[in-house]
């Protein structure tokens, strides 16, 4: 944000309305013309559980949450191992030749 804060700080634009300022649940965000298969609704609904600071569940490994992927572009879910831990990845450092 720096280098935008920069850039824009002879102009008339205020940075923090198109960024940081709360959004409400009707208004039309600029990215909406974009269809990743999630709902609207799924998405606010997530922003809203995140902002709780609530979890949702991969549904991998839990039941589904219903963010509709599944029906709208015909996804199967790959199931994972249970109990395996995936993430975080190692750090695989290169050896040093001499």
Do not use: Y
Not at 48 to 72: F, I, K
């Amino acid at each position: 944000m720096n280098a935008a804060t920069a850039a824009l700080a002879d102009e008339l634009v205020d940075v923090d309305w198109f960024t940081t300022r709360e959004r409400q649940r009707t208004e039309v965000l600029p990215w909406d013309h974009l269809d990743s298969g999630l709902s609207s609704e799924w998405l606010w609904e997530d922003w809203q559980a995140a902002l709780a600071e609530s979890e949702v569940g991969d549904c991998r490994w839990t039941p589904c949450s219903d963010c509709g992927v599944c029906d709208q572009l015909g996804t199967e879910i790959q199931v994972g191992p249970t109990g395996v831990t995936q993430l975080p990845m190692p750090i695989i450092r290169p050896s040093v030749v001499g």
